[in-house]
T-cell receptor
Framework: DGGITQSPKYLFRKEGQNVTLSCEQN?????MYWYRQDPGQGLRLIYY???????QKGDIAEGYSVSREKKESFPLTVTSAQKNPTAFYLC??????????????FGPGTRLTVL | AQSVSQHNHHVILSEAASLELGCNYS??????LFWYVQYPGQHLQLLLK??????LVKGIKGFEAEFIKSKFSFNLRKPSVQWSDTAEYFC?????????????FGKGTKLSVIP
């Protein structure tokens, strides 16, 4: 089946620890994205990547880092510098047609709780 | 920077009632518009999208949306809701064209349909 997988579904960490969230897609999409969803806040863009070995900051990149070493994978690290890391994290991907990003499709999400 | 406003935080309807969810955006240029839905316990799914052409867009499960450029609006409608439509609905906007990766979301509207 084609799609976007995120693991784990639930993640618990102690305050001060870095944690890495996994996102894999087998849709052959060029672009990938990380969003954070908080109750009543909608989704906010953390980072996005147009192609392998390239990524740009979104609206709320502080305290987060990413890498894009493979087309299929776009892991997100939540560092200890992120002040409010407890949230629902969504990964998405999209094709690019003629350099223009198309519709974004989303994974099932990872709920991170920092204790 | 673009922004998206969804007017209703929580809408409660009885089955068979008609639905209209408001969405307004602030951006003067050409945009791509989306409605996504998040059913309880499920991942974010695309309901419908507008890129160009007929401003009345039909999506899945009987939903439709109308793009009114002069009002910067993209309201979602359904003539008769079902209990299974209970979900959270998100409007999103993206500048059209190459290099426009940022998808800006509204804060969401929770729809509760009473049997």
């Amino acid at each position: 089946d084609g799609g976007i997988t995120q693991s784990p579904k639930y993640l618990f960490r102690k305050e001060g620890q870095n944690v890495t969230l996994s996102c894999e897609q087998n849709l052959n999409h060029d672009a990938m994205y990380w969003y954070r969803q908080d109750p009543g806040q909608g989704l906010r863009l953390i980072y996005y990547s147009q192609i392998v070995n390239d990524f740009q900051k979104g609206d709320i990149a502080e305290g987060y880092s990413v890498s894009r070493e493979k087309k299929e994978s776009f892991p997100l690290t939540v560092t200890s510098a992120q002040k409010n890391p407890t949230a629902f994290y969504l990964c998405a991907s999209s094709v690019r047609t003629g350099g223009i990003p198309d519709t974004q499709y989303f994974g099932p999400g990872t709920r991170l709780t920092v204790l | 920077a673009q922004s998206v406003s969804q007017h209703n935080h929580h809408v409660i309807l009885s089955e068979a009632a008609s639905l209209e969810l408001g969405c307004n955006y602030s951006y003067g240029g050409t945009v791509n518009l989306f409605w996504y839905v998040q059913y309880p316990g499920q991942h974010l799914q695309l309901l419908l999208k507008y890129f160009s052409g007929d401003p009345l867009v039909k999506g899945i499960k009987g939903f439709e949306a109308e793009f009114i450029k002069s009002k910067f609006s993209f309201n979602l409608r359904k003539p008769s809701v079902q209990w299974s439509d209970t979900a959270e609905y998100f409007c999103a906007v993206k500048r059209s064209g190459a290099g426009s990766y940022q998808l800006t979301f509204g804060k969401g509207t929770k729809l509760s349909v009473i049997p």
